[in-house]
């Protein structure tokens, strides 16, 4: 490796890079034994840190700054992005490095109780990235296909439609499980256990136990020493949790391939043993059970058991037992089995009661206050939520969930006009902003939920592929933005 490359062009560097993750990729396929000792290099590769810059800088977090007071835009227009990776490289490569504390922040929860989040320095978020580069494309290799959250091409789609596949042949009992703190709770001794089985690089290991035992900064200005957990928030935080929650992707891939073929399962269920296959999105897991709620409650104990060496316990509250009939709320979605319209019993799946209240609530504090904005303003900031959310939910039966928000928003928005024109009657103001009744700001037209179409989302196992697999380069697209492009190529 020539670590005295200089900064190239940014399509070049992202070229480079994805080149090296395919190597690693296939160089841990081809060696399940295989532990990599020498990847600090790597990390400290001019194009790694300048590939790791432009994946911090795409993200609005980058506007955030952490303890140190620093931002991209000030590294950008004052210091100097190549002075500044200069910089961090030589700290890197000299062993001076050291990660700051992260900034407490406390993001209240639909329950009334408080999620923390840890904001780090650029400086921390941009060593990290270039970690997480390195060492992603040789721990996908070990993941299970349970697995959901945080991984390259996959997505909560793919785990409702796994859900939904299971459900449908049988597995009509369904522990749905919730691990408590998962993120502030996860064992340190834990995950650099688990990541030694790979890596063997002490300079490596050094960096990511500094970044777990940075500590936070609370609001009070106070350092809190981090005994456990990885600050949620961070960049490297979701996959020290997929490489410490894989032992319980383990243990019950292990308990699936035991139980043999589809005649081996078939005979156990005649013998009235129970058939059971896990899928997990982060923390968030459940459990499908071909067999009684004995079974699936029995479950429960040998979960717990799994998950106790991580440091990790089951919230109390969140998890229990139900049938399929009585459907479950997963990653938003409402998975149940109703009768058909010819009399048949099918498995759907649609927004959750919760996920249209949450919309709901975004909606009319967007459309409460405010007047003094205009139309095409207001119409600005509430279509990039409709969007996004019919966009996650059209692969449900979510048609009349989708009509009943173009209700809700058309009424929140006639009412929003109504109140800032108060001296307007009807007449003029129906001519003037709801032309064919639907809200309109010269080329500004609100989003209609009404109008997307819903698909299905074909389940695909374990034809998944990875962005090193297919090594596919997006290709420029007018208007499309460098930062987006790098978006695209390095962030699941």
Known sequence: MNNDASWREPLVAQARVLGIQRKLNKWAQ????????????????????QVAWLRVRANRGSRSAGVDGDTAYYIEHRLGVPKFLSGLREELRCGSYRPLPVRERMIPKPNGKFRRLGIATIRDRVVQAAVKLVLEPIFEVDFQPCSYGFRPGRRAQDAIAELQYLT???????????????????????????????????????????FLKAGIMNGHGVLEAQLTGTPQGGILSPLMANIALSALDEHFADAWEQMGDQRQRAKRRRHGEPNY?????????VICVAGDRQHAEALIAETEQTIRPLGLALS??????????????????????QPGSHGRRYVYTYPSKRSLASVKAKVKAITR???????????????????????????????????YLRAYCWQR??????????????????????????????????FNPGSVRTTRYRYRGRRIPTPWETGYLPQTEPGLSLERLQLRLFIP
């Open 30 to 49: 081809d060696d399940q034994d295989r532990r990599f000792s020498d990847l600090h290099n790597l990390v400290c590769d001019p194009v790694t840190l």
């Open 168 to 210: 449908s042949r049988s597995y009509e009992w369904i522990v749905e499980a919730d691990i408590t703190a998962c993120f502030d709770e996860l064992s340190h001794v834990a995950i650099l256990d688990r990541v030694r089985r790979r890596i063997s690089d002490k300079r490596v290991l050094s960096l990511l136990k500094a």
């Open 277 to 285: 296959r896990m899928i997990r999105y982060a923390d968030d897991f």
């Open 316 to 337: 109390a509250e969140k998890t229990y037992v139900a049938h399929i009939d009585e459907g479950i709320d997963f990653l938003g979605w409402r998975i149940q089995r």
């Open 369 to 403: 206050t405010d007047h003094q904005q205009t139309l095409a303003q207001l119409l600005h900031r509430l279509n990039p939520l409709l969007r996004g959310w019919c966009a996650y939910f059209r692969s449900g039966v979510s048609s009349r969930t989708f009509n």
């Open 413 to 446: 928005v006639v009412g929003w006009l109504r109140r800032k024109h108060e001296r307007t009657n009807w007449r003029t103001l129906r001519r003037r902003y709801l032309p064919r009744w639907w809200p309109t700001d010269g080329s500004t037209v609100l």
